[in-house]
C-alpha cells in the first residue's frame, strides 16, 4: 500500500507553485478573449468550386490587419469567418478581398455580435462557475453530514472546491500563456470546458471520500484519521487513474484528430482533467487530513 498522504507536502508545494504562475501569468497577461467576449463579426461564404483551406483564406486577409481572424470549416462547401469589427468598411474589404480571389464565392450572412451583449456574457459565465462550485460545496457537505467526526461535513465539501478551484485556476492559466505566446483565444467553447472539469473533478473527489466514509463508519476506532484516508485512496486510485486514461485517450484524439474548431476546447479539457485526476488523489483528501492534524494541534 502506497503512504500516499505522507507525499502531502511535495503535492502542496507543486500545486502552491503552479497556482501561483497561473495568477501571475493571468495578472500580466490576461486572457485573450475571442468574439464570444468582445463582439464582432461572423461571415459565412460558400465557394462553388473546391472550398479553399483556412490557412489559405488567413493569408488573403493577412494584409487586412484584422483582430481575431479564425476561420471554421462548414458544411462540404462553406466556410465561417470571425473577427474583431463590426464597422461595415472593414466587412466591405473582407468581402471585396475574398471575392477578388474567389471569384465563385458567395456570401450568405454577416452577422452582428454587440460588445455589450459579450459582456454581459462574461460576467454570466463567471456567475455560472461561481454558482456550480458553490452547489458542489453544498452538496458534498450534506451528502457527508453523517461523518461529522473527526472533522465536520463541511470541510470535505471545502476541501473539494478547492481542488476543483486549483485545477480551473491552472487551466485558464495555462490558456493565457497560451494566448500570449501562441493568440489562443478563449471563447463560450472554454467556459463549457471549465464547466465540464468542475463536473468531472468533483466525480473523482467524491468517489475517494465516499469510500473514506465507508471506512470511517466500518473500520476501527484505533486506525487513526490519516490512515483511514491513505486507505481510502490506495483502494480507489486503480479506479481513478484508469477512469482518467480512458477520457485523456479520448481527448488525445480529439486534439490531434478533431480539426481546428474543436482543438481548443479538446486542449481545456486534457489539462483540467489531468490535474483534476491529480488534484483528487493528491489534494482534496490531504486537506482533510491536514485540517484534522491543525485541529489536534489546536488541542
Do not use: C
Request: glycine share 6%; net charge neutral; aromatic share 12%.
Amino acid at each position: 500500500m502506497f503512504n500516499i498522504i505522507s507525499k502531502t507536502k511535495y503535492a502542496y508545494m507543486l500545486s502552491i507553485t503552479l497556482t501561483v504562475l497561473s495568477l501571475a501569468s493571468l495578472a500580466v497577461w490576461g486572457l485573450k478573449f475571442g468574439i464570444d467576449f468582445t463582439g464582432g463579426t461572423e461571415m459565412e461564404i460558400r465557394f462553388a468550386n473546391a472550398t479553399p483551406a483556412n490557412q489559405e483564406v488567413v493569408e488573403t486577409l493577412t494584409n487586412l490587419n484584422l483582430n481575431s481572424l479564425t476561420v471554421q470549416g462548414k458544411g462540404a462547401d462553406a466556410l465561417l469567418l470571425s473577427y474583431a469589427s463590426v464597422e461595415d468598411s472593414v466587412n466591405q474589404n473582407v468581402w471585396k478581398s475574398i471575392n477578388e480571389k474567389y471569384p465563385d464565392a458567395t456570401q450568405l450572412k454577416a452577422d452582428y455580435r454587440d460588445s455589450s451583449v459579450s459582456s454581459e456574457l462574461k460576467n454570466k459565465s463567471l456567475w455560472a462557475l461561481f454558482w456550480a462550485a458553490a452547489g458542489i460545496m453544498a452538496f458534498i457537505a450534506w451528502a457527508f453530514r453523517k461523518v461529522s467526526r473527526p472533522v465536520a461535513s463541511w470541510k470535505y465539501g471545502a476541501g473539494a472546491v478547492i481542488a476543483l478551484l486549483h485545477d480551473v485556476l491552472i487551466t485558464i492559466g495555462a490558456f493565457s500563456i497560451f494566448g500570449h505566446f501562441r493568440g489562443v483565444e478563449v471563447g463560450i467553447p472554454f467556459i463549457a470546458a471549465l464547466l465540464t472539469i468542475l463536473g468531472f473533478s468533483v466525480h473523482d473527489t467524491i468517489v475517494v471520500y465516499d469510500r473514506t466514509r465507508e471506512n470511517l463508519l466500518k473500520g476501527s476506532s484505533k486506525e487513526s484519521f490519516p490512515d483511514v484516508v491513505n486507505r481510502s485512496l490506495n483502494e480507489t486510485l486503480v479506479r481513478s487513474i484508469n477512469t482518467s486514461m480512458t477520457v485523456i485517450i479520448t481527448l488525445l484524439s480529439l486534439y490531434i484528430f478533431g480539426g481546428e474548431s474543436i482543438q481548443n476546447f479538446a486542449l481545456a479539457l486534457l489539462i483540467g482533467v489531468t490535474f483534476g485526476t491529480y488534484s483528487s488523489i493528491f489534494i482534496a483528501s490531504a486537506l482533510l487530513v491536514t485540517s484534522y492534524e491543525m485541529q489536534e494541534k489546536s488541542r
